[in-house]
């Protein structure tokens, strides 16, 4: 990429704003040449510095998607680019700055796009919202991530039902069945309800309005005490299809693995449906997706062909774990515990790994002793190596799943990259 | 075989409140550790909407976040289970908001302070001091033969003994509380700390010790498994991690009680330099 492509100077907004991309592409392109990244965190982070505003700005004149939830927020994006594409054209963060200024970069790409899809941490959707003033934002799942950080899940959920609050026009497309998210939603004047078959609740046990423990059903909850509960919604998915209002019923299929990932598409079918596009034609374009940022990536390695996982925490793993028990492929695991991790490993006892027993499993990442440990208490015979490259090739068979959390992942998409240094 | 006759029953108290922190592990651990030591052992999981049996042999409760925390302290007292348990002589091992529970009196981020459950001599308040988070390594009580405890800890609350003993002295990262260097409370049924990690994934010889307090229990030798090397490994690795947070905390400790010095040093330079007059005008 050169330094400042033409669309950088064709870029729209004030003259601090294109001064500011103009060195925010220099430090970024300085960065890959140092070899220290791909520089987009560089370039973001001097895009904030010259242009507080940047992200109004480069959202001016766009239709703005937002997506939010602790799990699938990349994946999801990823298709309701997709979706978007069967009537707009579309622009993404999709090298995966979540957060303001990389937002704000990566919509300076805009070309001739009218419509943007962009995946948004957590904790920014207030001001990302506040920002971009959105016209939808799809919001999935609320559960833990770092336990070292203060990360309280209800206080996350606290922000969002402030940031709807105060954007009463924007369409509000939710996973009801998570009860984090019904609460932050519970007020929104434009809300699409949707259904999704239930995931993961050991962070959702009491009532998020008076902490009394919530009473659930498969696909419902329910407070005892304050009368707090699922909503009801007009989209459903069961076993594959989402069907919506007045006997509409749209057939899901994804190239990506997992149950997960069929929710993922069905909040972007939804999406779509909304915004008034066709929602089987938003599926069929769903359904084309191969990988997301390397997630699902298959890549051979060796002999091998290996097929790349991210896991980031309890809800991640519990959901790539149950996926695996549908076959016998090797897998290696590899866990580190980098501040972008968390630097806790006790949740690794919150996943339960036995449906990983009788396969050849190998525990790699700078944490693997605490992974080992946690494996042989589950029961799991498994070999603990400190290179996943030689892992992989320790492996039986010609395929193998490789599932690591946030840095492990990172870190070997480099390897694979520079050709398994 | 030893004990052979007895099935070790471990409750696990209300994981759906107190389990965000992975201490449900304390109880897996403590069943695969009967079994690998000759022995029967099953887990009953107690949902905050269930009764606490009161005849398990060993109860465990661990850490949870403010609201749960308040559920997890009007259930049990509603309940009573616990308080018979251990009336009966059953032995427990309590984390952090699970320890903070069982004390007098405990604060969350509403209330300074909340009525416990009183079965446990502590009590917990707040205090304006960061929230303790990092590595906990504890030098045990001799009398458990546990030798270093390593933990990981992440609490607000600063915990005081009314009376006991604690689990051990502090080596590095914060424990109790800060004015005291100890970490948790244990007594002849009782072991609770701050760490979690889990603690008895971490530390199996506590595990032990707990399960060879239950009445008619003798522990065979451990069966030999090739992944029980990787606990030795880990302890290593976290034993280490923690000296080094004590380090960079000493070292931090160091730096600003230099700083500070240094700032009285140049309070005392300008108030009798010849300066200070017109300075202070500014």
């Given amino acids: 990429m050169p330094i400042a492509s033409l669309d950088t100077f064709r870029a729209r907004g004030s003259a601090r704003f294109r001064a500011g991309l103009v060195l925010a592409r220099g430090a970024g392109w300085l960065s890959r040449a140092a070899g220290t990244g791909t520089g987009t965190a560089l ?375 520079r050709g398994h240094g | 075989m030893a004990g052979a006759g007895k099935t070790i029953r471990v409750a696990l108290v209300y994981p759906d409140l107190l389990g965000t922190y992975g201490d449900s592990g304390n109880a897996q651990v403590l069943a695969v550790r009967a079994r690998m030591h000759g022995l029967r052992a099953e887990i009953l999981a107690i949902g905050s909407g269930d009764a606490i049996a009161d005849d398990a042999d060993v109860y465990v409760i661990g850490g949870g976040e403010d609201g749960p925390q308040q559920a997890a302290v009007v259930a049990a007292r509603r309940d009573g289970g616990l308080a018979r348990a251990l009336q009966g002589g059953a032995q427990l091992v309590a984390i952090c908001a699970g320890m903070q529970i069982l004390g007098q009196a405990f604060a969350t981020a509403d209330s300074p302070s909340v009525e416990g459950l009183g079965l446990l001599p502590l009590i917990t308040r707040h205090s304006n001091r960061p929230r303790a988070v990092g590595e906990l390594l504890v030098e045990a009580d001799p009398s458990t033969g546990a030798g270093l405890v390593t933990g990981y800890e992440n609490h607000a609350g600063q915990t005081e003994l009314l009376e006991g003993r604690p689990l051990g002295t502090v080596l590095a990262g914060v424990g109790n509380r800060y004015e005291e260097r100890v970490d948790g409370f244990l007594s002849e049924q009782v072991v609770a700390s701050y760490c979690h990690g889990p603690l008895l994934a971490r530390n199996p010889a506590l595990a032990d010790l707990v399960l060879g307090r239950i009445p008619g229990v003798a522990l065979a030798p451990l069966a030999d498994e090739a992944w029980v090397a990787s606990i030795g490994e880990m302890r290593s690795e976290r034993i280490a991690a923690a000296r080094a947070r004590h380090r960079r905390e000493e070292v931090l400790e160091a730096a600003g009680g230099a700083a500070s010095a240094a700032r009285r040093w140049a309070g005392a330079l300008r108030s009798s330099g010849p300066g200070s007059g017109r300075r202070s005008l500014l």
């Fill in chain 1, 43 to 417: 370039a973001g982070r001097v895009l904030q510095a010259v242009s507080p505003d940047c992200l109004s700005e480069a959202a001016t004149g766009l239709e703005c998607v937002l997506v939010s939830a602790t799990n699938g927020k990349t994946t999801t994006t990823a298709m309701v680019a997709a979706a978007l594409g069967t009537g707009y054209q579309v622009v993404s963060n999709s090298l995966g700055n979540n957060m303001t200024a990389g937002i704000a970069e990566a919509l300076s790409h805009r070309g001739g796009a009218t419509h943007a899809a962009i995946e948004v941490d957590e904790a920014h959707l207030p001001l990302v919202m506040e920002s971009t003033r959105p016209v939808a934002v799809v919001l999935m799942n609320l559960s833990r991530d770092q336990l070292d950080r203060v990360s309280e899940v209800r206080k996350v959920a606290d922000r969002w039902r402030e940031a709807i609050a105060a954007h009463p026009e924007c369409t509000v497309v939710a996973n009801v069945a998570d009860p984090m998210v019904a609460y932050a939603v519970e007020n929104a004047d434009r809300l699409v309800a949707v259904e999704l078959p239930p995931g993961w609740r050991l962070d959702a046990t009491v009532c998020p309005r008076c902490d009394t423990p919530l009473a659930f059903t498969e696909t419902t909850f329910a407070c005892p005490n304050c009368g707090f509960a699922s909503p009801g919604a007009p989209w459903h998915l069961r076993a594959g299809v989402l069907a919506g209002p007045g006997g509409l019923a749209v057939t899901l299929s994804t190239a990506l693995p997992g149950a997960f990932n069929l929710a993922n598409a069905a909040m972007a079918v939804v999406l779509a449906a909304a915004l008034g596009l066709d929602p089987q034609s938003a599926a069929d374009a769903i359904s084309a997706i191969a990988e997301v940022k390397g997630r699902f990536a298959r890549t051979r390695v060796g002999e091998r062909e290996v097929t790349l996982l991210m896991a980031k925490n309890p809800a991640g793993w519990q959901a790539t774990v149950a996926m695996l028990a549908g076959d016998r492929r090797p897998v290696v695991l590899s866990i580190n515990a980098e501040i972008a991790d968390g630097k806790d490993t006790s949740w690794l006892y919150d996943v339960d790994f036995t449906p990983l027993a009788s396969r050849q499993v190998i525990a790699c990442g700078r944490r693997r002793h605490d992974l080992s440990t946690r494996l042989g208490y589950d029961g799991v015979a498994h070999l603990c190596m400190d290179d996943e490259m030689e892992a992989i090739a320790a492996c039986h068979g010609a395929e193998v799943v490789f599932v690591g959390n946030y840095t492990a992942f990172q870190g070997m998409r480099k390897r694979i990259a």
